[in-house]
């Protein structure tokens, strides 16, 4: 049956090529979105589920150890990018990323299931751990299959269009994410949001999983896998061919260091970064976050479409390392902007724009010791609202004490943007979107290029998960850590200094891809 497919698919007119690679491509689109969608929500979330899964009394180390669950799926990426890509070489595209994706649905819905850290303690990070670790498993599988099934179905002179579709994929499922997290925050209340609300998100993916799963059942192999199969020239060693020979593995190493590690760090840079930017140095409130960051994501994502076009006329080389040059000359004047675009000492408080209210309640360690919470809004004359909250131990003597000594009250703070500034803001993070879009559109076709489809699954698989998930990945937690360090150090500029992580790994890819990386677009091994 696989030789006849194949037979059938290269006698077909162009016209119903396209038709099929149509198909192929919703079918193959629909399953990775949804993995992403699984894979982004914990980040998303990464916030809430900090209080959530982890100690309390110090918030800055829970949300650190968020970031670095978030992380830990992402390192174990290259993983599964190994154990699936074997798979993938060894018996067919089709049946190992059905595997994966029920890996990913059920690790995700189990996600929003566990109790809390008050309920079981130190049990609830270890389960988030697991699932992120096989949610990582997964998604290191889902990728290489996904590109490579659309790239073996497509005209090897329209590789870069048709695979950047899948590259939107990523992108998506950021943004339904955001869009299904933010319709939860709005449907519900503040107290049921943070109480259950939040675990809506998680169990909304079984169904979607669901829907994914028959609608891959009924695809067809790749015709190019399904020709190699029925000659007999599929890899018996997948790993070894691809990693123990000097020749290929030279290309797996380039196309690392010379492509997807600096393609990591930008996607994460103009995405994940720049959301925790605005949550943790900017201080603005989560659900503008979520809708800045949707509607930047919706003007930005068409972009992946026209550089994979593009890069069919002028080459992948060309259109990635001119998003990755870009990107390091503009991320700190851009951030700065950012940053700076909330600027008190310029804005004017509105007539009556101050109110504040005090609440209370009995701290029940100390009987005589009273919760005490300051609240005050301050609201300027071009739209801005900054709200602050003071919470302090209240004794009867007026005396703020917590075990007998004077205590430093603990103040939260959130900014809602003006209209303007909102817009602003949106431009400014469109702009990264465009970079990722130049570096993350072509890379597919690029990386599906650069190997024989005996071992394709598994060599481009490898490099994309490590570029991805372990520089990437990790770009969150050290970025924040560079933050938090040089703002305790009392530097001027301490909001720049998480940037030095994606500047540097970009600058070190831009040099070697601009050296050592050819600028073709077809594979003499088709």
Known sequence: MSEQHHDVYENMSDKKKNRTIWSVITASSLGTLIEWYDFYI??????????????????????LSTLATFAAGFVVRPFGALFFGRLGDLIGRKYTFLVTLLIMGFSTFLIGCIPSYETIGFLAPVLVLILRLLQG????????????????????????????????????????????ILVTKTTLSAEEFDGWGWRIPFWISILMVGVSYIIRKNMKESPLFAKAKSEGKTSKNPLKESFGNKYNFKF??????????????????????????????????????????????????????????????????????????VAILAYRPIYDSMYKSVNLENKTIATNGITEKRTSKVHHEIATDSLVTFHQEKLFTDGTLIKKDSIVHWSPSGVVMKDGKAEEPKVSQTVKLSDSTKWYIIFMIFIQVIFVTMVYGPIAAFLVEMFPVRIRYTSMSLPYHIGNGVFGGLLPAVATYLVTTAKDAGHSTWYLEGLWYPIGVATVC???????????NSNIHD
């Open 252 to 325: 797996v190493l380039l196309a690392l260091f010379g492509a997807a590690m600096g393609q990591g760090v930008i996607w994460y840079t103009g995405q994940f970064y720049a959301m925790s930017f605005l949550q943790k140095v900017m201080n603005v409130e989560s659900a503008q976050v979520d809708s800045l960051m949707a509607t930047a994501l919706f003007l930005g994502t068409p972009f992946f479409v026209f550089f994979g076009w593009l890069s069919d006329k002028v080459g992948r080389k060309a259109i990635m390392m001119t998003g990755m040059l």
């Open 42 to 63: 914990f980040g998303s979330l990464a916030i809430v589920l900090a209080t959530k899964f982890f100690p309390a009394d110090n918030p800055t180390a829970a949300f």
């Open 510 to 520: 831009l040099l070697i891809g601009l050296f050592y990386l050819k600028n073709k």
């Open 137 to 180: 498993l997964a998604l290191g599988g889902e990728y290489g299959g996904a590109a490579t099934y659309v790239a073996e179905y497509a005209q090897p002179h329209r590789r870069g269009y048709w695979t950047s579709w899948i590259q939107t994929t990523a992108t998506a499922g950021l943004f339904i994410s955001l869009i299904v």
